[in-house]
């Protein structure tokens, strides 16, 4: 079973910038997710095995950026122009290779918050 780790999370002003990453056992494709304590988990973004295939949800498209490093079988979700309301914890998790239906289990996730 593929185990992935997120790490990077922490606390940032408004317009301010954070990397997160996502430490996988194996080479897969990759989503992330994010929950607060208001809302469902919701999709963020999502990147193939290969990196050739990526998705967003709109409200972080032109500021989110996901990416891999398949030499160290790293996802990194670099988030810029952060927005109090991306306050949440976020994960990552093993998807599709069409990137479009979840198939891991939830970690335990990186804390991010944005301060106005």
């Known amino acids: 079973q593929v185990q992935l780790v997120e790490s990077g999370g922490g606390s940032v002003q408004a317009g301010g910038s954070l990397r997160l990453s996502c430490d996988a056992s194996?080479?897969?494709?990759v989503g992330w997710y994010r929950q607060t304590t208001v809302k469902e988990r919701e999709f963020v973004s999502a990147i193939n095995s290969h990196g050739g295939s990526t998705r967003y949800v709109e409200s972080v498209k032109g500021r989110f950026t996901i990416s891999r490093d398949n030499v160290k079988n790293t996802v990194y979700i670099q988030m810029n122009k952060l927005k109090p309301e991306d306050t949440a914890v976020y994960y990552c998790?093993?998807?599709?290779?069409?990137?479009?239906?979840?198939?891991?289990?939830w970690g335990q996730g990186t804390q991010v918050t944005v301060s106005s």
């Open positions: 194996e080479r897969t494709s």
């Open positions: 998790t093993r998807i599709s290779s069409t990137i479009n239906i979840r198939l891991g289990s």
